[in-house]
């Protein structure tokens, strides 16, 4: 009992040292009055069942909204994690966008031929890890501008998808595949079944009276979503689980934090800085093909026509985990908001709630942004991010 | 100092003179991207389905078998062929310049590098500065739908005028684009300068916000839709508003008036750059922004004014293509703004050089119109080159090296640590 | 162990860059068990010798021995293996990892089967280690949070964490004072007698004879000498590093002393981190006056230039400029009311290194007459200026086209100073002014500074070099940790009492300047 509060406050204690502590007054006021305007909108909601914000909230609360936050957080979560390896290693990848692109439309293709979603996505991650590949040597090798050829690899993934589209389909959108399944399709021997077995709890509460649920997990309000995910969601959860223990307890990780912080210092401790930051760039290329191919095989199509079907993803992806201080769970929840934004923005236009038309509404993911960057834009980069290393023998 | 010694040093300057390495660099990494969109377009040929091969590689039989050994000949079926491809792409784009000098396929060439080179000295401004300015296409964007929108206004008061008429409304209508697209462009520059906030990821954000905005104002005839179209679109300017066809025909779209203002454009940046005070506080905060502060520049300041510059600079390129070009203003704007980098990158970010960028790009893309009809091949090819000749250019330490290893024709720049052992000096202490 | 075996044995080892020989046919043997100064200027190839002992370069010829066996390091990994370790001058360390990551980088212990860091284990090995040799370091504080003393023992443990025998020091004490260099020389005391043997770099020959059992001396890239530090002399020892004799005799003409130019009253001002580095500072310079700040590097000096010339904004306190407040001014508004500055940093600050000298020449001027007017520069009028200051200060090569970054260090300081100096200024702030500069021109920057003030203008001269800043100065004020120790007359004040004052201490009787008359205009 004493441990379950002594857990509870200290989580408190993370989460406003996390929102508040280090920051400068204007983030302080910013979000606090974020806090209170959350409170105020579930306070009214509760309080005033008819009006706009209890519809909001309704939204808000509705499974369909983090089925669909989950789902749309995939492409930038895996970009994001991407990010975090090259960028903390001292490469800054601002070629995200264009590694989920390639991505997207080699995972469509290679499920096309293959006829598996699985082969599809394993071709998807090959593409990028390649393009990656290019973006490595180009930065490290030739000590290219990080950003200009960042902006290349973007730039390429945009003129080659479509082409290749193109030239495979005859137009610009791709022919229709088989999507991934979610964890109830898969028929998976012992999860499916768990997952929708009828769960009988009888709770006998003092106050209420008898609570009485009948429900499975998939029928839970609002986290029965989380129970009925396509397998790229989960292995979402994994990869950010995976990439914070590497960053953080493994010796990869130190070196990886080194070689973006002082590389000479990694240097000098006898441990070769371009491999370690081909080895990161590279993880970055695995990781943001896994979120391009997911993204498309959610579909089951590729879209190229105008900023493809990854729309900016990669470039939010970047701001994600400049939010989330380059820490993978932070980058997380940071991912979780900004497609938490998308989600809803989504879920209005299905229902119609508020009448404010549809293309302003869509930039409301791109303006929040704009915002957050202003606010906390200030982040603390990794010393040598940005600059290419040589060891000094001048031969 | 003997006179072959200072000739020596004169030569050696010339060569490693960023300006003459810059221009190696471009062309070789031009070169190169044609060579690898050719494997491209080849590898390309391989996907495709197509009854009998366009292009047959074959390697005669004792090359291949004196690393083989196997079978003499080797063939190898090709759906497209990167050869007429190219030729389709660079040659058609001239159309037949030679005995019509006015001909169609020209004109939009010139068309399309008079607003290429707006969007790309823009750009370069703004690289000269220190900012990636990746935001010329939102800016582009803002300006033509200012310009499209505004002058539907103020264009019919001056209707009566005949040539006066064009002589006051269009030098407004270009006015109205650089201020939409300054505006458009200082917004990022001012999230920069004073609150850190990284330009690359607020301008490609403000680029998807442009596109969505430009959408809603004209997807609905109770704001600026013209109700007599089906598409997304504004109503037509009246005729005397826009560019005057001059020599050329009035359906290609076409004026060498315009042509003449980008011209006069890049020649008055490259004076502000090389020749003014601002100028020489833009480079230097773009260099080497301690040195700047030390020499008393206000880098917040800069920022934001070199960023409404290009900005300007992006929304003029807008008006132009909207009074040049279409006549209105239309969803779906092409990418000028992302070729404008491109166009900024070949050019080593030199106004002066923008304009012969401008016009291989101009001939890229008029080609592609030329490639779509008379090929198979899709015209997004130069979607890819552009990528590559980017990727290219920024690697000026792959073709030093190479210049190293086959030519060294290319020195090493002595880096300024290197400096240090040469000192010289006697002591620090 | 016996005293005659030789832990390292560098036999010729050459080393070439492009276009300069750094290391010269070079010999070096160092006995187990002993200190051995590696002594010379700078710019005499030390440092690139012990980056060849320590693999990060490789000798374009000779031979490395170490513990008898003959060598080939083709990194630092290969030297760490053979017991060699190095301790730089610009400490390789990683700032935002705790003592014990940093110290157990690259040679983490493992658990899972190699998977995970055990980081039980790396904190057990420094606590472990340090308290062998008798080190107080907090394993599980933030480089960032340390200070610079405890940053150095850091990087000595880092080389015995690795297994290192032989450690090489890189200038050890540039960074520390007086107190701190005596910890650290019974701190390397302490590691000879368990048996490690060290090397260190140094320009100071009172250090190496203090310091160190043998001394090698080193110049222009080439052995002069190694003899034993207690069979030596600090004149033999002088004579070897120079090759001649070097006396900077500075003679200063008595001038009147009139208005007050530059006034800093009650200055605080924070450094990069917000850690205050000046504090509650004030002093002030007159015309025809060379007002001297000495001090060791990093304690306050930069940040207080940084304030008076504008390019860092004090916490409180203001700054004075012919009387008028200029503490909020921008740089701009500093420049043109006649401030000239010399920076510390030439390359990043005093110069585009990718502009030419013309261009250059300019720099602070581009918007003032005659070089600008209605916005447009005059190149032509520019460039007469550029070669001028070229010709005058000797800049070599005389070409005013030349890039900046194709200069050497010390004609690039030429440049600068020249470039400032001869902007007709109420007020010259310069740093370190001949830094890396040779002999001749030294002389002509401190007889140009001189004409300065005989001309009725102010100088605030910042300098590491005690000759240089005394010789010059007519008032000397002594910074420590950011504070003036004491403003003192240059000409009576001891070399034993400054180092004190460097140092923190005040010394009983110490010869205060006199701020109403200095020396020169008392009766």
């Known amino acids: 009992m004493s441990s379950a509060t002594e857990t509870a406050s200290r989580s408190l204690s993370r989460t406003y040292d996390y929102l508040f502590v280090g920051r400068s007054r204007l983030q302080q006021v910013v979000v606090a009055a974020g806090l209170v305007a959350l409170l105020g909108l579930v306070g009214a909601a509760v309080f005033f069942p008819e009006t706009a914000a209890a519809d909001l909230v309704a939204v808000l609360t509705d499974s369909s909204t983090l089925a669909a936050t989950l789902r749309l957080s995939v492409p930038i979560a895996f970009a994001a994690l991407g990010g975090i390896f090259a960028e903390k290693s001292g490469v800054i990848n601002i070629g995200l966008e264009g590694l989920l692109i390639i991505a997207a439309f080699t995972g469509i293709y290679a499920t096309d031929v293959t006829g598996s979603v699985w082969f599809g996505l394993f071709g998807g991650v090959v593409a990028s890890t390649l393009l990656a590949a290019l973006f490595a040597v180009v930065c490290i090798e030739f000590k290219a501008d990080q950003i200009i050829a960042g902006l290349a690899v973007w730039l390429i993934a945009l003129g080659l998808a479509p082409f290749a589209s193109t030239v495979v389909y005859g137009g610009k959108t791709s022919a229709s595949v088989a999507t991934l399944p979610t964890v109830t399709d898969m028929g998976l021997p012992f999860v499916s079944a768990f997952v929708t077995t009828e769960l009988g709890f009888v709770v006998d509460l003092p106050v209420f009276g008898v609570l009485d649920l009948q429900s499975s997990l998939v029928g839970l309000p609002f986290f029965g979503a989380l129970f009925d995910a396509g397998p790229a969601v989960y292995l979402m959860f994994v990869a950010v689980a995976l990439s914070w223990y590497t960053l953080n307890r493994t010796a990869f990780g130190r070196w990886v934090r080194a070689s973006g912080e002082n590389p000479k210092a990694l240097d000098t401790a006898g441990v070769n800085v371009h491999r370690v930051r081909y080895a990161a760039v590279l993880l970055s290329g695995v990781l943001a093909g896994v979120g391009g191919a997911a993204l498309a095989l959610g579909i089951g199509q590729f879209t190229g026509s105008g900023p493809t079907m990854v729309n900016g993803k990669g470039f939010i992806a970047i701001v994600a985990y400049l939010f989330g201080n380059y820490n993978p769970i932070g980058a997380f929840f940071s991912t979780i908001l900004f497609a938490g934004l998308d989600a809803t923005q989504l879920t209005l236009q299905a229902r119609d709630v508020f009448q404010v038309p549809r293309p302003l509404v869509r930039t409301i993911p791109y303006v929040a942004v704009i915002v957050v960057l202003a606010l906390f834009g200030r982040t603390r980069l990794p010393s040598a991010a940005g600059d290419s290393y040589d060891s000094g023998e001048g031969e | 100092m003997s006179a072959s010694d200072r000739a020596r040093s004169a030569f050696e300057r010339i060569v490693t003179a960023s300006g003459v390495e810059r221009l190696l660099i471009s062309v070789s990494a031009l070169v190169l991207s044609i060579l690898i969109g050719g494997v491209i377009v080849l590898a390309a040929g391989r996907m495709a389905d197509c009854g009998t091969a366009a292009y047959r590689l074959a390697l005669p039989g004792s090359f291949v078998t004196q690393f083989t050994g196997g079978s003499a000949v080797v063939a190898m079926g090709f759906c497209y062929d990167p050869i007429a491809v190219y030729d389709l792409l660079f040659l058609g784009a001239f159309g037949d310049v030679l005995g019509d000098p006015t001909n169609g396929q020209f004109a939009t060439t010139l068309a399309e590098t008079t607003v290429l080179a707006f969007a790309g000295v823009a750009v370069a401004v703004a690289f000269r500065a220190g900012v990636f300015n990746i935001g010329a296409q939102g800016q582009l964007v803002v300006g033509a739908l200012t310009t499209a929108v505004t002058l539907l206004f103020v264009a019919p008061l001056f209707g009566g005028l005949g040539v006066l008429g064009t002589v006051v409304v269009l030098p407004l209508g270009l006015l109205l684009g650089a201020l939409g697209g300054g505006l458009y462009g200082a917004l990022p520059g001012a999230l920069k300068a004073y609150a850190d906030a990284n330009e690359v990821i607020t301008t490609i954000m403000l680029n998807f916000v442009a596109t969505s905005v430009a959408l809603w104002l004209v997807n609905d005839s109770s704001r600026f839709k013209d109700p007599d179209s089906f598409s997304n679109q504004t109503v037509p300017l009246p005729e005397f508003s826009q560019f005057p066809s001059v020599f050329f025909r009035a359906r290609d779209d076409f004026s060498v008036v315009a042509l003449a203002v980008g011209v006069l454009t890049l020649v008055g940046v490259w004076y502000l750059l090389t020749r003014t005070s601002f100028g020489y506080d833009l480079r230097t905060s773009g260099i080497q922004p301690d040195a700047a502060e030390y020499g008393g520049v206000d880098a917040d300041r800069t920022v934001v004014a070199s960023m409404a510059l290009s900005g300007a600079l992006a929304g003029i390129g807008g008006a132009v293509y909207v009074l040049m070009m279409l006549g209105n203003f239309q969803t779906g704007v092409p990418t000028y703004g992302f070729d404008g980098i491109t166009v900024s990158i070949l050019a080593g970010n030199n106004p002066l050089g923008v304009g012969f960028a401008a016009l291989l790009f101009g001939v890229l893309k008029s080609g592609s119109i030329v490639v779509q009809v008379g090929s198979d091949v899709p015209p997004e090819l130069v979607g890819v080159l552009r990528g590559l000749i980017i990727l290219f250019v920024a690697m000026p330490e792959f073709f030093r090296m190479a210049g190293r290893r086959f030519d060294s024709l290319l020195p090493e720049r002595e880096e300024p640590q290197g400096a240090v052992a040469t000192d010289g000096g006697v002591s620090d202490e | ?523």
């Open chain 3, 1 to 523: 162990m016996t005293d005659t075996d030789a832990a390292v044995r560098l036999e010729s080892i050459t080393k070439r860059f492009p276009g300069v020989v750094a290391n010269d046919d070079v010999d070096l043997t160092v006995e187990r068990g002993t200190v051995h100064a590696l002594l010379g200027e700078n710019g005499a190839g030390k440092t690139t010798l012990m980056n060849v002992l320590y693999g990060l370069y490789q000798p374009t010829s000779g031979r490395i021995e170490v513990d008898g066996e003959t060598r080939t390091f083709d990194s630092p990994r290969d030297a760490i293996d053979a017991g060699v370790g190095m301790i730089h001058q610009h400490f390789m360390l990683v700032d935002t990892m705790t003592v014990a990551e940093n110290i157990a980088l690259g040679n983490e212990p493992r658990k899972y089967g190699g998977l995970a860091v055990d980081q039980d284990a790396t904190r057990e090995g420094v606590v472990e280690l340090s308290e062998r040799y008798g080190f107080d370091v907090d394993p599980d504080q933030l480089i960032e949070e340390t200070s610079v003393g405890v940053q150095q023992r850091v990087e000595i443990l880092k080389a015995l964490y690795r297994g290192a025998d032989v450690l090489i020091l890189d200038e050890p004490t540039a960074v520390l004072t007086p107190q701190e260099v005596e910890d650290l020389f019974a701190v390397l005391e302490e590691l000879t007698d368990q048996g490690k043997t060290i090397i260190f770099i140094t320009h100071k020959l009172g250090e190496a004879m203090h310091a160190a059992d043998d001394i090698t001396v080193l110049r222009d890239g080439k052995h002069v000498g190694s003899v034993a530090a207690d069979e030596t002399s600090r004149e033999e020892l002088a004579e070897l590093m120079v090759g001649r004799e070097v006396v900077l005799e500075i003679e200063k003409p008595d001038v009147d002393v009139g208005e007050e130019v530059l006034s800093v009253d009650s200055l605080s001002v924070t450094d990069d981190r917000d850690v205050e580095a000046v504090s509650d500072l004030s002093f002030s310079v007159r015309e025809g006056e060379v007002f001297g700040i000495a001090g060791v590097d990093g304690n306050g000096q930069s940040e207080l230039v940084e304030a008076i010339t504008g390019l860092r904004n004090p916490e409180s306190g203001s700054v004075a400029f012919d009387g008028e407040s200029i503490t909020w001014d921008s740089r701009r508004e500093r420049i043109d009311a006649g401030m000239a500055y010399v920076p510390e940093d030439r390359q990043e600050r005093g110069l585009v290194m990718e502009f030419d000298l013309v261009e250059n020449g300019i720099l602070g001027s581009q918007h003032a007459d005659p070089f600008a007017s209605g916005g447009r520069i005059d190149w032509g009028e520019s460039r007469v200026h550029a070669e001028r200051v070229v010709e005058e200060y000797d800049v070599r090569p005389p070409d005013a086209d030349a890039d900046a970054v194709s200069l050497s260090g010390g004609n690039q300081q030429k440049f600068v100073v020249g470039r400032e100096l001869e902007r007709d200024p109420r007020l010259v702030v310069a740093t370190h002014p001949t830094r890396g500069v040779d002999v001749g021109s030294q002389e002509f920057i401190h007889d140009r500074l001189l004409d300065l003030r005989a001309d009725g203008r102010g100088v605030l001269l910042v300098s590491s070099k005690l000759d240089e800043v005394r010789g010059l100065s007519d008032r000397l004020a002594v910074m420590h940790d950011g504070d003036v120790m004491a403003v003192v007359d240059p000409d009576e004040v001891t070399e034993e009492q400054l180092g004190l004052l460097m140092a923190g201490e005040r010394p009983e009787e110490i010869p205060h300047a006199d701020s109403a008359a200095p020396e020169g205009v008392e009766p």
